[in-house]
């Protein structure tokens, strides 16, 4: 399932790489989707690639690859060869090539095909989580537990195991998509593999949202944005109180 904006960008794409061949700059992309900032296309991209619909290759510069379209949008194909025409009858203006009526231009229709998504969302079955308060992606801070409020999500979403939700405070994972007031997905649990994004309990008293690294003895908690230090502690200082597995944000 496809927001309106993510959709509208993957159709930019597809046509952009039919057409010319490669994919378009950022600044491109932000005209066409008439966003203010490249930090929103680089949201966009990531979540696209996230679900399966884009690939960035590696080590080259506006390297994007569309994978596959939503199963709602039919595919596209080139126009097929003009064929050869018979000779004209006189006429007083000689008429253009029948290959100059038929460019090989894809069209974006949205409308039609985003009802369906609406749709299929709303009839989605959805499972509501407890929602723990705000949780700091920036400066640590106590995550409190609301036992009065919860936040409604997609079924598909989740996987086995118990899962809770976290309103994200701060900027400090913003080149990981995550910003000031997303909320975040997290199945709970004690274990992490390295990498991992997690709710990380430090000293039993501060709680916050960062990428979990093993360094020797050490446990690294890694901020997305260069403003901020990686925090490194003992192994009996932190503890993990769930993994990241999806993101709630509203336009």
């Known amino acids: 399932m496809l927001t309106r904006k993510q959709l509208e960008l993957l159709m930019f794409i597809d046509r952009h790489l039919r057409t010319t061949g490669f994919s378009p700059s ?9 966003l ?4 929103g296309i680089h949201r966009l991209i990531t979540a696209l690639e996230e679900r399966g619909f884009l690939r960035r290759r590696a080590h080259r510069a506006r390297a994007l690859e569309v994978i596959r379209l939503p199963e709602h949008v039919a595919p596209r194909q080139a126009a097929p060869p003009a064929a050869a025409e018979p000779a004209a009858a006189p006429a007083p ?6 290959s100059a009526f038929s460019p090989n231009v894809i069209h974006g229709r949205f409308a039609p095909n985003l ?11 959805a499972v509501h989580l407890p929602l723990y308060g705000r949780i700091a992606a920036g400066v640590p801070i106590e995550a409190l537990r609301d036992s009065g409020a919860s936040v409604e999500v997609p079924a598909a979403m989740l996987g ?3 899962h809770y939700a976290l309103e994200v405070s701060g900027d400090s994972m913003i080149e990981a998509g995550i910003l000031d007031g997303d909320t975040v997905i997290i199945r709970r649990g004690d ?12 000293d039993d008293n ?7 690294r093993r360094r020797g003895n050490s446990i690294a908690l890694e901020a997305a944005n260069p403003r901020y230090e990686t925090r490194i502690f003992g192994p009996d200082r932190v503890r993990v109180q769930g993994r990241l597995i999806g993101l709630l944000r509203r336009y």
């Open 191 to 202: 274990t992490a593999e390295n990498g991992a994004i997690v709710v990380a309990l430090v």
């Open 115 to 125: 009802s369906g998504v609406a749709k299929a969302a709303n009839e989605a079955a």
């Open 206 to 212: 501060e709680v916050t949202l960062k990428r979990l």
């Open 160 to 162: 086995s195991g118990e």
């Open 36 to 39: 203010r900032s490249k930090s």
């Open 93 to 98: 203006a000689l008429p253009a090539p029948a």
């Open 26 to 34: 950022f600044e491109e992309m932000k005209d066409a989707l008439k």
